[in-house]
């Protein structure tokens, strides 16, 4: 499974933007698709993630009112819907993906086994 990522950009805050992440090799229909994040001199957090076809989402408390993750089966993307853009939103994000993962291992990055290449977003104040 390769993913890109793209439509990150610099941004003023309380901006909108919605990055998507493009899979191509095989379908994620049944995989946990999820978003990461990692700002300059930061750990890679978790953000959003969907388990599998069944839908259910996870969000940190950061992107949680803010942010929504989405999936397209029929042409094998996923999406994160960010609003209300915050200066600390500022990192490079990157969307990741796994077949075998549990549900309690969602949140973790080590996790996911397939990743994209990141795209930036900047928000400024």
């Known amino acids: 499974v390769q993913l890109q990522a793209s439509g990150g950009g610099l941004v003023q805050t309380g901006d909108s933007l919605r990055l998507s992440c493009a899979a191509s090799?095989?379908?994620?229909?049944?995989?946990?698709v999820a978003w990461f994040r990692q700002a300059p001199g930061k750990e890679r957090e978790f953000v959003a993630s969907?388990?599998?076809?069944?839908?259910?989402?996870s969000y940190s408390d950061s992107a949680k009112g803010r942010f929504t993750i989405s999936r397209d089966n029929t042409k094998n993307t996923m999406y994160l819907q960010m609003n209300s853009l915050k200066p600390e939103d500022t990192a490079v994000y990157f969307c990741?993906?796994?077949?075998?993962?549990?549900?309690?291992?969602?949140?973790?990055?080590?996790?996911?086994?397939?990743w994209g290449q990141g795209t930036q977003v900047t928000v400024s104040s």
């Open positions: 990741a993906a796994d077949a075998r993962l549990i549900w309690s291992s969602q949140t973790t990055s080590t996790s996911y086994d397939y």
């Open positions: 090799g095989r379908s994620i229909r049944n995989y946990v």
């Open positions: 969907i388990f599998r076809s069944g839908g259910s989402t």
